[in-house]
C-alpha cells in the first residue's frame, strides 16, 4: 500500500486543519482498496503500524484494529476514523464530502422500473441545497421533470453539489411565468396540485393521486405566490403532531414525491375494471 506522504517534521509543520485533511486524504484511499478487495492481512497490519505513528506524532488516541480480518469490519472502522477527521475543530462537514455509499447486501430495484408522468414545479425557491436535494428526490421516485419558476436549475454549481448527479436523469424547465406555463399544462391534461398549509388543503396520504400530475412547491419564506396558487385544482398538505407547521422544503418534497410514485405504481399494476354486456 501507499506510505504515508510526509515525514514527522513536514507534518507537524502543518496546521491542525491541514494536518486533518491530509489525513482525510489517506485514508480516503486506503477506504478505496479496502471496496475493491485489494487488501490483504500484511497490508492491514502495516497500515495500522503508520497511521499509529502519526497519531502519536500529534498526541491523538492510538487507533484500535479491528479484531477480525473481515473487510466490512475496517471499511466501517476506516469510514468512522475519516468522519472524526473530518469533524475535526476548524472543519466544517458538508453531505458532499462524505464517502460513496458501499453496496453490501442491499434489497433490488422496484419492479417498477422507469419514470412515472408526474412532475414538481418550484415557485421561487431560494436554496441551492433544497433545490439540489430535490432533483435527487425526484429522480429516485421516478418524476420526469422539474418545472422552475424564478428558481435556480442545473446549470448552477451550488445545485449540482447537492444533486450529486441526479440532475443527469431529471429533465428541467426554467419559466419567468410559472402561472402561465401551469396553464398551459393543464390545458394539456394534467392536474396541478398545490403543497400548501392552508384549510383547504387535504391529508396528502388520504389524497387519490393519479398520473399527470404536477406538485408545485413554494416559496421557502411566504409558499407559493398568489396567482400561481390560483392555478391549482386542488391543495395538499402533510399533517404535523408537533408545534411547528411545517418542515423543509427537500424533506416535504421526499414525503409527497413517495407517496405519489407509490399510488401511481399501483394503480397502474390494477386490471381494468370495465364490464362487458353479456352474450
Known amino acids: 500500500m501507499d506510505g504515508f506522504p510526509f515525514t514527522q517534521k513536514k507534518f507537524l509543520s502543518l496546521s491542525l486543519e ?30 495500522a503500524r503508520q497511521y499509529n ?17 473481515d ?24 453531505d458532499h464530502d462524505l464517502l460513496e455509499p458501499v453496496r453490501i447486501g442491499d434489497a433490488g430495484r422496484s419492479p417498477v422500473p422507469g419514470k412515472i408522468n408526474c412532475h414538481m414545479a418550484l415557485d421561487g425557491i431560494r436554496s441551492l441545497y ?23 436549475g442545473k446549470d448552477h454549481p451550488g445545485v449540482r453539489k447537492t444533486a450529486m448527479g441526479a440532475e443527469k436523469w431529471v429533465d428541467q424547465e426554467m419559466t419567468v411565468d410559472l ?35 404536477i406538485l408545485v412547491f413554494g416559496n421557502e419564506e411566504y409558499g407559493i ?11 395538499v398538505h402533510i399533517p404535523m403532531s408537533g408545534k411547528k407547521n411545517s418542515i423543509n422544503i427537500a424533506a416535504a418534497a421526499a414525503v409527497i414525491c413517495f407517496q405519489v410514485a407509490a399510488a401511481v405504481s399501483i394503480s397502474s399494476r390494477q386490471p381494468s375494471t370495465s364490464m362487458t354486456s353479456p352474450g
Open 130 to 152: 433544497n433545490v439540489g436535494s430535490i432533483f435527487r428526490i425526484c429522480e429516485a421516485a421516478g418524476f420526469s421533470s422539474l418545472i422552475l419558476g424564478h428558481t435556480l
Open 179 to 213: 402561472a402561465g406555463c401551469l396553464l398551459i399544462k393543464k390545458k394539456a391534461g394534467f392536474r396541478i396540485i398545490g403543497i400548501e398549509t392552508m384549510e383547504k388543503a387535504r391529508a396528502f396520504h388520504e389524497f387519490p393521486w393519479q398520473d399527470n400530475t
Open 53 to 69: 505513528d502519526i497519531l502519536a506524532w500529534t498526541g491523538m488516541e492510538a487507533f484500535i484494529t479491528p479484531t477480525t480480518g
Open 18 to 47: 491541514n494536518q486533518n485533511r491530509r489525513l482525510v486524504q489517506w485514508l480516503a484511499g486506503f477506504y478505496q482498496k479496502l471496496t475493491t478487495n485489494r487488501m490483504d492481512s500484511a497490508s492491514l497490519a502495516l497500515f
Open 225 to 235: 405566490s398568489s396567482h400561481v396558487r390560483e392555478t391549482c385544482d386542488d391543495f
Open 71 to 94: 473487510m466490512r469490519a475496517w471499511m466501517e472502522c476506516i469510514s468512522d476514523r475519516i468522519h472524526l477527521h473530518r469533524s475535526a475543530p476548524g472543519r466544517v462537514l458538508r
